[in-house]
């Protein structure tokens, strides 16, 4: 199993704590390198209990979790019924049909287990001859992967071919600038403006849920954003000041030694930022807003009286908004001053009242300041020449004292009798107040240490209401609707569209779709090139991956039953474990739905067996629909093809759960040609039944 896990922030390691806690493991190793932060929590209890563990943690030498290690040990598997005679190549690529070889950090894992089985006598094996721990045979009855109960499981392929994210390099040859999202389905959602709120948006487009009731509170969350603009505008104004609490505790206790007054401002906007949501006018509890009804009710928000009830991420942002927060903020503000004022301005300006009116347009031509510099004290810069014979004349205290060259201390330098004024009151007295500022700037992270918990729960909270008002901002923009989930295993779709690809036409041909369980739950589509059937199943699994966000989706209307895993055989992505031809990535990814899919699974195949002969191709792709239409079951299945063959029934026999559809095509015959070869094909676009 590999999955996405967030190692910062309020959100650390979520999935290693419910990995632990659905396989219950007496026993867990990990590699050497592991650094202390990922060994704590392993350590942790898993089932919420005080105390020491359970279970043991194992830290075995780094090796064992390499790559080239890893695929060594795979080569050796024998699983029950292949053939012996294989060799180690072809046994990886029959293993890729069961596990996916392209997930780096699953296979590194698998090679360790096996070795780790393989040293403690666990397994049936035949040792080599010229190695001692690298066994000639490993004999399995299986291997497979497994999930995260909870959560829709969508591999890197698939996000790949329904362009989830989209990564743009810097153009820079030089490797110099950071990469950037480009035009994805992410990149459209995302209108967070705080750095958590992006991050756990991305968490969320990596690891969709299948939890009904959190799903449904995300959804009434959006829906109460998208009748609340003026709601949006003000929280949106605080989450842009309200910084990433937990990480910037971290930096500035591994700053320690050179805190300062500046550095420790820096986390003042968080801690009162979220002290102020509750100050706003959606948060209140006796804000009009609840009482009057100003946000429409909906049938998913409304109690039995018909009255409007509140989100629940508007009880925990309440929840989470108590003494605890405003005793962090009254920290900040009462030691540190951050309206001080500026008494350098104060002596400019008196010095500048000096200079007589007639002599103004000389000074009009310089940039007055006062700084203090270590060592020398306070001075008076010029910016640009020197002060001209008549200026020196009209201020005798003046008194040249070295010329700066370059960048920040460029200027001319004057001691002055304020200036000594200052240096006589304050001294040379840097260091000390360094000292004073780093020590008092210490014991105020360490008393904000103490509030972490409730420090945590309220970034959390803050990132949450970021990523529902960026996904209510999108829905309102583009005309999304919210879906209806279901437990049931249906889909049903009513003028659906691709979210990314009517951003780029001036019209999109929205198209229904009916799936149900025992009916009509495998589609073949046909039609010629550029007809549109890519396109819309790549729609069909956008919507259905959207839902399972909390995102409201491109379409009329859909009622959508709760979805465990996409899949995917539409962009032959290359494995750096295990180097493959294109035909044969395609195998591996029909495989592995043949070998995994449940009814709860949607798949998506299109122009399989392309790769092949043309016979070649039809039989596989007829083989593989007789299987999954033979299933008691069957998954929802959406197979696009250009081979005319499986319209024949002889090759592809009939059956309730198998369904024909094609793209829609006007030949048009110009006035001026009688030959039927100049016809004028025009796409409609629409999806409509038959062969």
Request: net charge negative; glycine share 6%.
């Amino acid at each position: 199993m590999q999955t996405h896990d967030d190692a910062t922030g309020p959100f650390a390691f979520q999935m290693l704590q419910l990995a632990k806690l659905q396989a219950n493991p007496s026993t867990i190793y990990t590699s050497s390198k592991s650094d202390k932060l990922f060994l704590d929590k392993l350590r942790d209890s898993f089932n919420g209990a005080s105390g020491a563990a359970q279970h043991q943690v194992r830290i075995e030498k780094a090796s064992l979790f390499s790559m080239e290690h890893a695929l060594r040990m795979l080569q050796n598997v024998h699983l029950r019924g292949v053939s012996a005679t294989m060799s180690g190549k072809d046994r990886l690529h029959q293993l890729n049909t069961h596990i996916n070889l392209a997930a780096t950090q699953q296979v590194c894992a698998a090679g360790a287990l096996l070795a780790i089985l393989h040293r403690e006598g666990h397994l049936s094996q035949a040792q080599a001859e010229d190695s001692d721990d690298m066994p000639a045979a490993m004999f399995l009855e299986g291997l497979s992967e497994i999930s995260l109960d909870g959560f829709l499981t969508v591999d890197s392929a698939s996000m790949l071919a329904l362009q989830i994210f989209q990564e743009d390099r810097h153009p820079s040859a030089m490797g110099i600038g950071q990469s950037k999202e480009g035009f994805s389905v992410f990149g459209m959602l995302n209108s967070c403006v705080s750095s958590m709120g992006r991050r756990l948006l991305r968490l969320w487009f990596l690891r969709p849920i299948i939890n009904l009731d959190m799903l449904n509170q995300r959804q009434d969350a959006v829906h109460f954003f998208m009748h609340a603009p003026d709601i949006i505008k003000s929280v949106k104004s605080v989450l842009r000041k309200t910084r990433d609490i937990p990480q910037l505790l971290r930096r500035l206790q591994s700053l320690r030694a050179r805190l300062t007054s500046k550095t420790s401002a820096c986390a003042s906007p968080s801690g009162s930022g979220m002290s102020h949501l509750h100050a706003q006018g959606f948060l209140s509890p006796g804000t009009p807003h609840w009482e009057q009804g100003s946000v429409p009710a909906s049938g998913h928000t409304s109690n039995a009286s018909g009255s409007w009830q509140r989100p629940s991420i508007i009880q925990r942002v309440l929840a989470c908004t108590g003494n605890e927060l405003l005793t962090c903020h009254s920290l900040f503000s009462d030691i540190i001053d951050f309206e001080q004022t500026e008494d350098g301005m104060m002596v400019v300006e008196q010095e500048l009242t000096r200079v007589p009116r007639q002599l103004g347009s000389l000074v009009n031509q310089q940039l007055w300041s006062i700084l203090y510099m270590p060592q020398v004290g306070f001075v008076m810069r010029l910016e640009g020449q020197r002060l001209s014979a008549a200026l020196e004349d009209f201020l005798p205290d003046f008194q040249f004292a070295f010329e700066g060259n370059g960048g920040e201390v460029s200027g001319m330098y004057y001691h002055t009798d304020r200036t000594r004024q200052l240096n006589a009151h304050f001294g040379d007295m840097l260091h000390q107040i360094q000292d004073l500022e780093g020590s008092i700037c210490t014991e105020l992270i360490q008393r904000l240490c103490e509030y972490r918990p409730h420090l945590n729960r309220a970034v959390a909270v803050a990132a949450e209401v970021d990523c529902l008002i960026s996904l209510a901002l999108a829905a309102r923009e583009h005309h999304y609707t919210r879906p209806l989930l279901t437990k049931d295993n249906v889909l049903h779709i009513k003028q659906g569209r691709h979210m990314l690809t009517e951003m780029v036409v001036d019209n999109y041909i929205p198209n229904d779709t009916h799936m149900n369980e025992d009916d009509s739950c495998i589609q073949v589509i046909t039609g010629p090139n550029l007809s549109g059937k890519s396109c819309y199943t790549k729609q069909v699994a956008l919507i259905v991956f959207l839902a399972h966000v909390g995102s409201f989706v491109p379409a009329a209307e859909a009622t959508i039953g709760l979805t465990d895993r996409i899949f995917t055989r539409i962009a032959s992505q290359d494995s750096v474990s295990v180097p493959q031809s294109t035909f044969m990535i395609d195998l591996s990814q029909l495989a592995m739905m043949l070998q995994l899919a449940t009814p709860r699974c949607l798949c998506i195949v299109d122009e399989f067996g392309k790769g092949t002969l043309t016979t070649d191709g039809v039989g596989l792709l007829t083989a593989s629909l007789h299987h999954f239409a033979s299933m008691p079951v069957p998954p929802k299945l959406l197979a696009c093809t250009h081979f005319s063959d499986l319209l024949s029934q002889p090759i592809l026999r009939r059956c309730p759960q198998l369904s024909f559809f094609t793209m829609n095509v006007l030949a048009e015959t110009p006035p001026d040609s009688d030959s039927a070869y100049t016809k004028k094909v025009v796409f409609l676009y629409n999806l409509v039944s038959g062969e």
